[in-house]
């Protein structure tokens, strides 16, 4: 059996082990530090409208602002920030990054120009990038095997939660009392927590390993052999890009095309990331977790069909002017777009083992989001502008096609490589 995607199987005696209370204050603070997170990095999308306003920028300085600022150093430091989250005390990393990132959201409020503006976001960019492979892989030391697509969900409700508070707080401030305030009081608070994190538990590498045979690689080219893998890289990497820009440009195409307030969208935007979110983020880990212990590639196979019940429902959202099923589509589609991400992730863990896990998330989240934000939404914003939005908002249906077409591409991608990982367990 090939070492690189034997999962690390739950055996009898590790099933009954109960999971230390210490285990579950690690995940309460690592979840509310991928919030903050997540809030911090999605702020400015439910301020477009009052920035663009402001400085009189395009949509493709707006896309430059939201997505690729952040994205050229996330993803440039994602790599090697996922080396050293498998070399260096993990939650140290986490406790710089959350500082970094944590001023300089706050600063994004002082800027006066497209340029400091782009320097602040580079910067959150730079904090957030030491995140997700050294959270992700002090959780795979904290909790069972057995239960690793479903606590990197709830870690993963962070995005829910986070973005749900960015366009509640960040639309209720910014219709209140303008965008700059918004990164002023959502964003220097991470600085408080970062105390927290430093004060937490490291744990031993490897230490709820099952599986001999995976934990004993530290072979870096394993994460490149891998044809799994390689589907997982591309594959979520496609299906992100309309998951990402479902937060980063919808917003904008309800101002523009159905005239709603920031305040509604921030409220809507906020109650729906959190009251569907967080059980679709949970729920979508733990169904995951059952269909890998039943189907040999259960968790591609099953976010695989989250993308492709999504391309209709893309196709709807974008042409339907009815209110009530633009909200119905519009939480469902919400649903698919978040749950996807803990399986994820546990794949990625279990193919990697624990001495390449901060290594491969870090390749993960660098192609998922470099896909999203750093192709996709500049991508959409210059068919906006070419489209002649500034004048006929309408045709930002036009432009946001990009989205149903990334999950075509990215449905076949995970099907494929669900195919693949299910041949080589049986192998």
Not at 144 to 167: C, D, E, H, K, N
Not at 205 to 210: A, D
Not at 221 to 232: D, E, G, Q, W
Not at 351 to 361: C, Q
Request: hydrophobic residues 55%; proline residues 4%.
């Amino acid at each position: 059996m090939s070492n690189t995607i034997v999962a690390a199987a739950a055996q009898p005696a590790e099933a009954m082990e109960p999971v230390p209370a210490y285990s579950w204050y690690a995940l309460a603070i690592l979840t509310t530090v991928y919030v903050l997170n997540f809030l911090d990095r999605t702020l400015i999308y439910i301020l477009f409208t009052p920035i663009k306003k402001e400085m009189a920028f395009s949509d493709l300085q707006l896309a430059l602002l939201g997505t690729t600022s952040f994205v050229v150093f996330y993803t440039l430091l994602g790599i090697p920030f996922g080396r050293l989250a498998d070399r260096t005390v993990r939650k140290n990393l986490i406790a710089i990054g959350l500082v970094i990132w944590s001023l300089f959201s706050g600063l994004t409020g002082f800027a006066d120009s497209f340029w400091t503006l782009f320097f602040c976001r580079v910067m959150v960019g730079v904090g957030e990038a030491t995140l997700g492979p050294a959270a992700l892989s002090l959780l795979s030391d904290y909790f069972p095997v057995r239960m690793r697509a479903t606590v990197q969900s709830v870690y993963g409700a962070g995005i829910a939660i986070g973005g749900g508070l960015a366009f509640f707080l960040g639309g209720w401030i910014g219709q209140a009392h303008g965008w700059r305030w918004a990164f002023y009081l959502l964003g220097f608070p991470g600085l408080i927590l970062a105390v927290l994190v430093f004060l937490l538990r490291e744990q031993p590498r490897g230490k709820t390993e099952t599986s001999a045979s995976m934990s004993g690689s530290s072979d870096w080219k394993i994460l490149f052999r891998s044809v799994p893998l390689r589907y997982i890289y591309i594959g979520y990497a496609l299906f992100g890009l309309a998951s990402n820009n479902l937060a980063i440009w919808v917003p904008t195409f309800f101002v523009r095309v159905h005239h709603l307030s920031i305040l509604v969208i921030g409220m809507a935007g906020g109650i729906l990331s959190i009251i569907v979110g967080i059980p679709a983020m949970v729920l979508g880990g733990y169904f995951s977790d059952r269909f890998s212990r039943i189907f040999r590639g259960g968790r591609m196979a099953f976010t695989a069909s989250a993308a492709l019940a999504s391309i209709p429902l893309w196709i709807v959202l974008l042409f339907t002017n009815n209110l009530i099923l633009l909200v119905i589509v519009n939480i469902v589609l919400y649903a698919l777009a978040i749950m996807w991400v803990g399986p994820a992730t546990a794949d990625v863990h279990d193919l990697a083992g624990p001495h390449l896990r901060g290594l491969a998330i870090g390749i993960f989240f660098s192609s998922v989001n470099l896909m999203a934000y750093g192709i996709g939404s500049p991508l959409i914003g210059k068919a906006s502008d070419l489209l002649g939005v500034a004048t006929d908002a309408g045709q930002m249906r036009l432009s946001l096609l990009i989205c149903p077409a990334a999950c075509v591409l990215g449905a076949a991608l995970l099907w494929m490589g669900s195919r693949r990982l299910a041949s080589e367990k049986a192998a």
